[in-house]
C-alpha cells in the first residue's frame, strides 16, 4: 500500500505515498529545462479546482469586494499606487504571477481544450492513473522593473462613467439603487456571471486580477469619496482564508507610509478585450530607484533595507524559490511518527517495522471512511427548499447563473450574541450551524406537501470546507528576513459535514411571514437550539481532536473522488457515479444526497469564516504627500461594513459562508438561480437572522428576569 510507485514515462498515479513524509513529496517544485522556470504537480484540492474553471468557465473562480472610503484629495493618490503596491504583492506572493500547463510525466505539453475533453469523458483506466495532470508554472522575473510592468497589466481601471450604465441604476425593491446595489449589479453581470472575462489559466499572470471602480464623476464633490476594490482569484490558487490575508496586505500597503510618496503618472491603455465598456489598464510613466527598491524586497522594514541584496533591482532565484508554497499534501506531518522502541534503532528491521504499523494504519482509516460512507448513504436528508417552482428555466451557456445574497446583525445584537453564547458555553461557530439547521428544516416543512415526499427526512447535514493550516507541518523559514517565508497564498482546505436532527425533530412551530414581523422563541425552541449547538461542538471536537486521523479521512476522500473522476470523467459535482447505477446519474433531486466535495452528501453547504479583523484591519491612518513634506498631512483610509465574497457557484449549488466584519455578523448564500430560487434564498438568510436575533433577545430578557426575581 505505501510501496513506491512503479516510474511511468506515460501514466501519473495518486497514491497514499503522495503523504509518506519519510520519503520526497512527489509534489516538490522542480527546475525546468528553461532558464528560471519551477514546475510543480498540483495536489488533490488545486487539481479539483482547476478542473472545475476550465471546463466551466472559470466556475469556483473566487471574487473579494474590499468598499473603502476616503478623503477626496487622497483618493488620486491611492488610485495611483495599485499598481505598485500589486506588484509588491506579486514579488511576496510567486503564485500570483504563475500559470496551469497540463504535462505528461516525460515533461510533454498537453494542449489545453485536449485535456479538458479528456478530463471531461475520463480515463478508463483501473487503477485510477492518467497519462497527464496540471501543473503550476512559475516563470521568475529578474528584476524589479520588468516585475512592475508585467504586474501592472493584471490592475483594471474602470471609468468614472461605469456607475451611470441604465441597468445598474434600478435596486431589487424598484428604488434608486445606492452604490452597493450598483456594485452588486456590475459584480453581477461582469464577475459572477458569462464568460470568465479577468482570468486566464494558461497565462502567467493570469491567475488573479485586482479591479478598481472609482467613485462616480457626481461623488467627488464632497470631503469623502467612496471606490471599490474587486479582487479576483482562481480557486486553485487560494480559498477564503487565504485571499482575506491578501486584501488586507492589500489595504494595508495603500496606506503603508514606507511606499514612495511620490509616484509618476501613469499612461492608460484601453483593455477591450475582456468586453467590459471603458476598462483599461495602467504603467507607469517611469520607475524610480525607490519604486525598484519595493518591488525588489517586498517591501521590508527599515531594518532590512541594507539586507545585502543588489541595488540595480535584480531579483536573484534563491529569493524566489523560498517564497513557492507546497500543496497541502507536501505539509502532512508524519502521521505515524517512529515508536520509543524504533526510533533509535537503525536499519532495515526499523524501516520495516514503521511500514507495517503505516499500514494497518491506512487500512483502518480506509474502512473507517468506507462504514461512514455507507452509514451517509442511507440518509434521506432535508432538502434545501429555495428550488424553483418554475422549472423550465434553462442553463446559461456558461453553467450556473450565480447570485450572492447578504444579511447583516447589527453591531449590538452581534455582541450579544457572543456575550451569551460565551455565557452558555458554546462556540458562536456551532450555534451558527444550529441556527443555519434549523432555518433550512422551517423551510422544509413550510414548502412541503404532507406526503409528496415518499420518505420523510432522517437527517439534516450541513457541509462544511475548513482550513487545515493549523494542523499542517511548520514550513522551514528563514526567520531573519520575513520576505522568505513561503507564501501563504494557496489552497490549504479539507472538507466534512455534520449531522442535525431532521425537519420533523428540529423546527421553528411559526415563523413571521412579513420582514417587519417580530419572532418570539418558547422556551423550548431556546433550549433546543443551544442544545443541538452543543451536539454540533462535541462533532467538532471529535473530528478535529485528532489531526493525524483528520488528514487521512480527508485524502482518502478526496483520492476516491479523483479515481472516480479519472475513470468516469468530470461531467459535473453534481452528478455521482454509483455502483448500483449507471454512471452519470444526476442526483439534483430534492431529499437525495448530493454528491459534491462535502463528502457522502449534505443538506447545505455553509463555510464559517470566523473573525476577519485580524486580517483585513478597517481603519487605516493615511499620509498624505505635499509638494512640500512639511506639509504632509493624515487622513484615514476606511474599509466601509458591505465587505462581500464568494464564488462562481457551480450548476445547481447554494453555498453559505459566514464571517465577522466591524463588528458585524454577516451571513451570505450564493446560489445558482437556474435551481434555487433568490426570493426564497433571501427567506432562508433572513429567518436565520431573526433567530439569532429572537435567542439573543430571550436569552436577554431571561438574564433580566433573573436578575429581578433576585
Known amino acids: 500500500m505505501l510501496a513506491v510507485p512503479t516510474p511511468s514515462t506515460s501514466r501519473f498515479q495518486r497514491s497514499l505515498y503522495d503523504v509518506d513524509r519519510t520519503k520526497p513529496s512527489p509534489f516538490a517544485w522542480r527546475s525546468d529545462a528553461q532558464p528560471r522556470r519551477w514546475v510543480r ?19 469556483t473562480d473566487i471574487f473579494y469586494r474590499i468598499p473603502l472610503s476616503c478623503p477626496a484629495q487622497a483618493y488620486e493618490h491611492l488610485a495611483r499606487r495599485l499598481p505598485l503596491v500589486w506588484a ?55 528584476s524589479a522593473s520588468d516585475l512592475l510592468e508585467t504586474a501592472s497589466k493584471r490592475v483594471a481601471f474602470l471609468p468614472p462613467s461605469w456607475s451611470e450604465d441604465p441597468e445598474l441604476q434600478a435596486s431589487e425593491s424598484g428604488s434608486t439603487a445606492t452604490r452597493s446595489d450598483r456594485v452588486v449589479s456590475w459584480l453581477d453581470r461582469y464577475v459572477w456571471n458569462g464568460k470568465r472575462r479577468f482570468l486566464e489559466q494558461n497565462t502567467p499572470f493570469g491567475l488573479a486580477k485586482l479591479i478598481l471602480l472609482p467613485p462616480a464623476a457626481t461623488d467627488t464633490a464632497g470631503d469623502t469619496v467612496s471606490f471599490d476594490l474587486v479582487l479576483c482569484s ?21 496606506a503603508c507610509s514606507e511606499l514612495p510618496t511620490q509616484l509618476p503618472e501613469l499612461e492608460h491603455r484601453t483593455e477591450s478585450s475582456v468586453g467590459v465598456p471603458g476598462l483599461s489598464t495602467a504603467r507607469y510613466a517611469q520607475i524610480s530607484p525607490q519604486m525598484k527598491h519595493a518591488v525588489r524586497t517586498g517591501l521590508l522594514r527599515e531594518q532590512h533595507r541594507d539586507s545585502g541584496l543588489s541595488d540595480d533591482g535584480t531579483i536573484h532565484d534563491a529569493e524566489w524559490m523560498a517564497l513557492l508554497p507546497a500543496p497541502i499534501e507536501a505539509a502532512y506531518p508524519e502521521l505515524l511518527p517512529p515508536s520509543a522502541s524504533t526510533a533509535g534503532a537503525a536499519g532495515s528491521n526499523a524501516e520495516r517495522s514503521r511500514l507495517a504499523r503505516a499500514r494497518w494504519f491506512w487500512t ?25 417552482t418554475d422549472k423550465s428555466v434553462e442553463e446559461p451557456w456558461w453553467g ?8 447583516r446583525l447589527s453591531a449590538e445584537d452581534t455582541s450579544a450574541l457572543t456575550r451569551v453564547a460565551k455565557r452558555k458555553g458554546v462556540r458562536v461557530g456551532s450555534l451558527l450551524y444550529s441556527v443555519a439547521a434549523c432555518a433550512l428544516n422551517t423551510l422544509e416543512i413550510t414548502h412541503t406537501q404532507p406526503g409528496s415526499r415518499s420518505e420523510e427526512p432522517t437527517s439534516t447535514v450541513m457541509g462544511f470546507p475548513f482550513s487545515i493550516r493549523r494542523f499542517l507541518a511548520p514550513a522551514a523559514a528563514d526567520t531573519q528576513d520575513p520576505l522568505l517565508v513561503e507564501s501563504s497564498f494557496s489552497v490549504k482546505l479539507s472538507f466534512n459535514g455534520i449531522g442535525l436532527p431532521p425537519a420533523s425533530v428540529f423546527s421553528l412551530n411559526t415563523w413571521p411571514s412579513e420582514a417587519s414581523e417580530l419572532l418570539s422563541l418558547s422556551g423550548f425552541e431556546c433550549a433546543q437550539l443551544w442544545q443541538t449547538a452543543r451536539q454540533v461542538q462535541r462533532q467538532f471536537n471529535a473530528i478535529f481532536h485528532e489531526p493525524r486521523f483528520m488528514h487521512a479521512d480527508g485524502f482518502l476522500t478526496a483520492l476516491e473522488r479523483e479515481m472516480r473522476f479519472r475513470k468516469n470523467g468530470v461531467k459535473d459535482v453534481f452528478q ?30 455553509f463555510s464559517m469564516v470566523g473573525l476577519l479583523d485580524t486580517a483585513l484591519p478597517s481603519r487605516l491612518e493615511l499620509i498624505l504627500p505635499a509638494a512640500d513634506a512639511a506639509q504632509a498631512c493624515q487622513a484615514v483610509l476606511e474599509v466601509r461594513d458591505d465587505l462581500l465574497f464568494g464564488v462562481r457557484t457551480r450548476a445547481g449549488e447554494a453555498f453559505g459562508t459566514s464571517f465577522t466584519f466591524r463588528g458585524q455578523l454577516s451571513l451570505e448564500l450564493g446560489h445558482d438561480t437556474v435551481v434555487w430560487d433568490t426570493a426564497k434564498v433571501l427567506d432562508y438568510l433572513g429567518l436565520m437572522k431573526t433567530i439569532l436575533e429572537a435567542l439573543v433577545a430571550a436569552e436577554e430578557a431571561g438574564g433580566k428576569e433573573g436578575k429581578l426575581k433576585k
Request: proline share 4%.
Open 576 to 605: 455521482v457515479f454509483k455502483d448500483d447505477g449507471p454512471a452519470g446519474a444526476d442526483e439534483r433531486t430534492p431529499g437525495l444526497a448530493k454528491k459534491n466535495m462535502q463528502g457522502p452528501g449534505s443538506s447545505l453547504n
Open 400 to 407: 450556473a447563473q450565480t447570485r450572492w445574497s447578504a444579511v
Open 41 to 59: 504537480r498540483m495536489g488533490l484540492i488545486e487539481s479539483f479546482f482547476n478542473t472545475m474553471a476550465t471546463l466551466h468557465e472559470g466556475r
Open 364 to 388: 483502518i482509516r480506509r474502512v473507517v471512511v468506507q462504514i461512514r460512507a455507507a452509514k451517509a448513504e442511507s440518509a434521506v436528508l432535508s432538502d434545501f427548499k429555495a428550488n424553483r
Open 234 to 254: 482562481a480557486h486553485c490558487i487560494s480559498d477564503g482564508l487565504s485571499i482575506s490575508d491578501l486584501a488586507g496586505e492589500l489595504v494595508r500597503l495603500l
Open 88 to 142: 509588491i504583492l506579486c514579488r511576496r506572493h510567486p503564485l500570483l504571477g504563475a500559470h496551469v500547463e497540463t504535462l505528461t510525466p516525460g515533461g510533454t505539453r498537453i494542449d489545453a481544450k485536449q485535456a479538458a475533453a479528456t478530463r471531461h469523458t475520463g480515463e478508463a483506466a483501473d487503477d485510477g492513473s492518467i497519462s497527464f495532470e496540471p501543473h503550476f508554472v512559475f516563470d521568475a522575473i529578474g
